[in-house]
């Protein structure tokens, strides 16, 4: 048993979307979150900005003493993934293979579509990955770069919102896909619109719930399980606006998080 908290970090608030999927699978662990609120989105920057950014977001999760990181970023997965992994002895896990795995699972016409930031889709990460694993796939991506402000500005059911998921997806959905890949964090919770516009007979791929999943098994394997029957405790850490953290991200959880957010300053990392 292991009773150090997990390490989660995402550009900003979409990775919430993951941790609300961890709270339920793993309700005993506790959770340290970090949101780099002051330099969303990370999908529009360079791979060399990136990876910067992202090994400033793990040293500081060092710092709490986690026994695993989260990657709950499609960019930060698809770009410095690898790269993390050699340079840091911790346990780190990204969302693309558990998803691209959920995704071929799913699929029955073998047309498989993607979206995500422009970072994610240029790295063809999922492209590649699901390849790899099945080359009678097709896949079709899009990416979004409007969707994350959206979010993070609570737009996820808005006329605003539908219309630039109509922009970004009519191309997808004339290609007849039948499975969909929220290729970003922040995607699910534009997933009601999307799904309303893809239609029923396409199944929406969410990465936080996958993640998720791949992480209990991951602990378990690894013996890292907290298994004290205590329930987690979590902690939020932000590098901007506490309050908008707190208020916003109350409804990525939907529980209340006032009081338990922290700002820090991320470039000291």
Not at 68 to 79: D, R
Not at 211 to 226: D, F, I, W
Not at 242 to 256: A, K
């Amino acid at each position: 048993m292991d009773t150090r908290s997990i390490g989660v970090f995402d550009s900003g608030l979409g990775g919430l979307t993951a941790v609300k999927q961890i709270m339920a699978e793993l309700p005993n662990e506790n959770i340290v979150y970090f949101g780099d609120t002051g330099r969303v989105p990370y999908g529009t920057r360079s791979k060399e900005t990136i990876i910067k950014y992202s090994k400033n977001d793990v040293n500081f999760l060092l710092e709490k003493d986690v026994k695993m990181i989260v990657i709950a970023c499609g960019t930060v997965s698809s770009t410095a993934l690898e790269v993390l992994k050699k340079e840091y002895n911790v346990p780190i896990l990204g969302v693309v293979e558990a998803t691209s795995l959920a995704a071929i699972n799913a699929t029955k016409n073998k047309k498989i579509g993607i979206i995500g930031t422009p970072g994610t889709i240029k790295s063809g990460a999922y492209e590649k990955f699901i390849k790899a694993q099945n080359s009678e796939i097709e896949t079709f991506s899009s990416a979004c770069p409007l969707f994350v402000p959206l979010v993070e500005n609570g737009h996820f059911e808005t006329e605003v919102a539908k219309l630039v998921i109509k922009e970004y997806l009519e191309e997808i959905k004339e290609k007849g896909v039948d499975t969909l890949i929220l290729g970003c964090t922040h995607y699910p919770l534009l997933s009601k619109a999307i799904g309303e516009f893809m239609g029923d007979g396409v199944t929406l791929i969410n990465a936080g719930s996958e993640v998720a999943k791949a992480l209990k098994t991951e602990l378990a394997s690894q013996k890292l399980l907290k298994e004290d029957g205590k329930v987690g405790k979590y902690s939020y850490f932000v590098s901007d606006n506490v309050d908008g953290f707190e208020n916003l991200g109350g409804l990525f959880l939907e529980r209340e998080i006032n009081g338990q957010v922290e700002k820090i300053d991320i470039e000291r990392y």
